[in-house]
């Protein structure tokens, strides 16, 4: 959710002093929400809760002090949950100045959040697109499979199935992240899924 003025607490730095302090005891349960910024809240739930068929569960109509538009200003902001609580938030600002200033720039190019699915539900979803005369792209990420859709406000959104053995292939990913982190970063660009197949856009 937005933060007001009163809780907002100004960044000291991007960089993140390197005071590694190890894992959380507890890691974060799960997705609370995740928000993005819609010119058209109608055409939103158009696009989710009749097109891809996630249910509008909640809309708070807000005004609150912006820091970026430099006042108050009156908002509407939907939730879409889905099936583990988590949920889509969407915001559409009464005003269109503030739309324009705090508006997503180009969400299209790369910037995206996945959804597990089942197969019968990835299959569904598909269907369902390509009804809607949505884009729809699919790639076998090796690990997983997708299908890519956009939403009326350019929001990319990707359906995911695991691969079967997931599992197996998690841990064996675990036992060597930060070394092929660290390759990676030190300008070794070999891959390390040779089972990838499809076009990254
Ligand atoms: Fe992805």
Redesign the pocket.
Known sequence: MTQTATTATPAQSATPAATPAGALPRLPQRLHHYAFTVKDQEANRVFWEDVIGVPLTATWCERAYNGTVGREIDYCHTFYTLEDGGALAFFQFADEDAYEALKTLRPEMGQ?F?MLVDEATYDAIQQRIVAAGLPLRETDHGYCK?IYTQSPDGLKV?FTIDHPEVEAINAMRLKDCHTELKRWLAGDHRTNNNDRHGITT
């Open positions: 995206h996945a997708s990707e």
